[in-house]
């Protein structure tokens, strides 16, 4: 069992019972509840928003039936209601909520006091309701997500063989009200509800073929479904195209309502091979071949008339359904060779192939804009070694690595005209990533151990060109990666004292980073600066089951924001 308290009215608890049935298995119970009242404050709502009220519940029946057959089942519910972060007001003077709040859209001409803001507050350079620790928002961004997920395991010796089979599936419920006007303005409140459904088989098979040979092959099927819809109001009232003030109507009247169904198949077959090929010397060879197949059907969106009295009427009916489905193959190899120095140092170097799915961006209006993208792939080369010295009090782990990409999914914001913007995804870009990575451990003493490490990342654009909204072809392959910094580091001590009654633990870790970017057009507002954080907890055990800590996590309080443009709105969360 661990209860823990913290900083905003934090409480935490978790639970763990193991209970024997039989001389041959039992039964695990497990539960976690994580609960704080929100850590921005908001004076708008008079009240603190970005809290967390989460629970999880799960238990584990596993039983060894035969001799050459064992069984697990697990079962867990995940019930989370807390907020989907709390939004910062990041609006330029470009930005809509922005311009509103200063009655300078449309050209029409919108009274500023139209959405009932203060004059000016949609701007981040005048909104004095918004910074690291405040947050203007003219709502919490409510969510509540419910999560049933379930995993049945067996496993039968036959011989020098092991055959596994890992049944799982997910039900996921999700429903959320977010405020991407991230201010006081009226602007633009996505209500959205996705029923998601999962289901996976894998048939696995492992075995030595011979005493040098160990081979593990096997079938993989994964099946999802999934139904999202959203429903966004407020901004058609601003945008004068007949559903605002000039059509006698209100922030909120007209509402834009798009539903998406989609169905994503996947076969896969792998294997793996390890290969003894001399006392010092080993050999994976490995493989998976993938079949894919995306379906997705939706609609050309309409619009909808909200009354006061809470009922609506169809003002501008759907369009007619649109189906879209694309498949695609990709073969995954893996080459690794090993070499044992001595028994305290190894060296190593591999070559691997991997891939992220192609698809759909289901989540735009602009249906006619939807496009499929393909995979992206990406080719990854590593030299390193592990070794250990001093009696193993000393650890030193090194890697080199350079990875290639290909085709590489990049996502742009396309304006519509009229206010509108959407959201596409293409096959943009190819890149080059190259780094290194060292770590150091050491038993300094018999109660004192630190750890060390360091990473270096060269990250660039091979080839990233787009089109403008003219049609036009862009470069901008000088563009700087997203959340690739260049220098990584961390640093820390564990002393461990043995006293009378018990043991008492003292732990300090520091973690710096370089700066980066997380916009993908390099905005100066995603430049995230570097930055370091310290964490530290000092705990005490005593008899054989207890121990009481108390710790602290970023010390330093160092701050950081992560800016989210969507075209007509910029927000962001510290």
């Known amino acids: 069992v661990k209860v823990g308290v913290a900083d905003w009215d934090r409480s935490e608890f978790q639970a763990v019972i193991n209970l024997p049935v039989t001389e041959q298995g039992g039964l695990k119970l497990y539960a976690h509840r994580d609960d704080h009242d929100g850590y921005i404050d908001n004076n708008y709502l008079n009240d603190d928003i970005g809290g967390v009220d989460y629970k999880q519940l799960g238990g584990t029946l596993a039983f060894n039936l035969t001799d050459n057959f064992d069984v697990s089942l697990t079962a867990e519910y995940i019930e989370d209601d807390s907020?989907?972060?709390?939004?910062?007001?990041?609006?330029?003077?470009?930005?809509?909520?922005?311009?509103?709040?200063?009655?300078?859209?449309?050209?029409?001409?919108?009274p500023p006091d139209a959405s009932g803001a203060p004059f000016g507050s949609g701007c981040q350079e005048f909104d004095t309701e918004s910074d690291e620790d405040h947050s203007s928002v003219n709502a919490a961004n409510d969510a509540e997500t419910t999560n049933d997920f379930y995993n049945l395991t067996m496993n039968w010796v036959l011989g020098d063989w092991v055959l596994t089979s890992i049944t799982g599936y997910i039900n996921r419920n999700e429903e959320l009200r977010l405020e991407y006007d991230a201010s006081q303005v009226e602007f633009l409140t996505v209500e959205a509800e996705q029923d998601y459904e999962q289901f996976t088989q894998e048939i696995r098979a492992n075995g030595s073929i011979n005493e040098n040979i160990n081979l593990t092959t096997g079938l993989y099927y994964w099946d999802s479904e999934y139904d999202q819809f959203q429903e966004s109001f407020d901004m058609w009232y601003y945008l004068g195209i007949g559903f605002g003030p000039e059509g006698d109507l209100w922030p909120g009247a007209v509402s834009q309502k798009l539903d998406g169904k989609g169905d994503n198949t996947s076969y896969a077959a792998?294997?793996?091979?390890?290969?003894?090929?001399a006392e010092r010397w080993m050999l994976n060879l490995g493989g998976r071949y993938t079949y894919e197949e995306r379906k997705l059907k939706t609609y050309v969106p309409g619009f909808t008339?909200?009354?006061?009295?809470?009922?609506?009427?169809?003002?501008?009916?759907?369009?007619?359904?649109?189906?879209?489905?694309?498949?695609?193959?990709?073969?995954?190899?893996?080459?690794?060779l090993s070499y044992d120095l001595n028994e305290d140092m190894m060296f190593y170097g591999s070559f691997s192939s991997g891939f992220k799915s192609g698809g759909f961006f289901a989540r735009t209006q602009n249906v006619n804009d939807i496009n499929s993208y393909d995979p992206e792939t990406v080719d990854t080369y590593e030299l390193g070694m592990k070794s250990e010295w001093l009696e193993n009090r000393l650890r030193f782990n090194a890697t080199i690595f350079y990875s290639e990409y290909d085709d590489k999914q990049e996502e742009t914001i396309v304006s519509l005209g009229d206010g509108n913007v959407t959201t596409i995804v293409n096959n943009a870009a190819d890149a080059e990533l190259s780094g290194v990575e060292l770590e150091f451990?050491?038993?300094i003493t018999s109660g004192l151990s630190g750890f060390l490490n360091y990473g270096y990342l060269d990250a660039e654009f091979n080839d990233f060109i787009v089109s403008d909204s003219d049609g036009n072809k862009v470069d901008n392959s000088d563009l700087e990666l997203r959340n690739a910094p260049e220098h990584t580091a961390g640093v820390g001590l564990d002393y461990v004292l043995d006293l009378s009654f018990g043991e008492l633990g003292a732990h300090y870790n520091y973690w710096w980073r370089d700066e980066y970017h997380t916009i993908l057009n390099n905005d100066p507002a995603g430049l995230v600066d570097s930055g370091g954080f310290h964490n530290a907890s000092i705990d005490l055990s005593f008899g054989e089951h207890y121990r009481i800590s108390v710790y602290g996590r970023n010390i330093g309080d160092e701050r950081y924001a992560r800016v989210v443009p969507i075209g007509i709105a910029t927000w962001g969360n510290y």
């Open 305 to 336: 008339l909200n009354l006061p009295d809470g009922s609506s009427m169809p003002l501008v009916p759907n369009g007619p359904d649109r189906k879209f489905d694309d498949d695609w193959t990709e073969f995954s190899p893996r080459v690794a």
């Open 83 to 110: 907020d989907v972060g709390a939004y910062a007001n990041f609006n330029k003077f470009s930005d809509l909520p922005c311009l509103i709040s200063l009655g300078g859209f449309p050209a029409a001409g919108i």
């Open 270 to 277: 792998f294997a793996s091979l390890d290969w003894q090929l």
């Open 441 to 443: 451990t050491a038993q």
